[in-house]
């Protein structure tokens, strides 16, 4: 989602991607660190998605793009549509 959102944005680089990658990443070595530390099984979404979702947030809030993150979607309007039809 963050790779689209760097295209739909038309952004020089994939900051977004390039953040949300390395956060996947840590959350990942988190979930596994724990693991062998209590010696349990941990669910791996209680590291990922809060690592995932709280730095693209962080990354969006330095960039001043919060507002533009935050009414990002890939839906198209209902007008889209309708230009396409059209033509």
């Known amino acids: 989602m963050m790779l689209r959102f760097d295209s739909r944005q038309a952004l020089a680089s994939q900051n977004y991607f390039y953040v949300n990658f390395f956060s996947y990443i840590s959350g990942l070595c988190l979930t596994v660190g ?8 941990q ?15 962080l990354t969006a809030a330095v960039r001043g793009e919060l507002k533009t993150l ?14 396409k039809k059209g033509r």
């Not at 935050?70 to 230009?83: A, I, N, R, V, Y």
């Open 34 to 41: 724990v693991m062998h530390f209590f010696d349990s099984a």
């Open 43 to 57: 669910p791996a979404l209680l590291y990922l998605v809060p690592a995932c979702i709280l730095s693209s947030l």
């Open 70 to 83: 935050l009414t990002f979607s890939e839906e198209q309007s209902k007008q889209d549509g309708d230009d």
